[in-house]
């Protein structure tokens, strides 16, 4: 009978967490550069809601 799978370790969302932060950076500083832009800002909000979730799985641990 199989067991039910052990929830992963926070440790595997860290390279996650360190991509949408990096995407992030990108997104705010092309921002910077070129304007405010409605694609731009879309991406940048849907990057910082992504975050937040991440943090809260990670229990702030990021």
């Known amino acids: 009978m199989p067991t039910p799978s052990e929830p992963k370790p926070e440790q595997d969302l860290v390279p996650a967490v360190e ?15 070129v304007g405010n ?15 937040s979730t991440l943090a809260i799985k990670t229990g702030g641990l990021l």
Request: net charge positive; no cysteine.
């Open 37 to 51: 832009h409605p694609e731009l800002g879309e991406a940048i909000t849907k990057l910082e809601m992504a975050l």
């Open 19 to 33: 991509h949408v932060a990096s995407a992030h950076k990108i997104l705010k500083e092309l921002q910077k550069k």
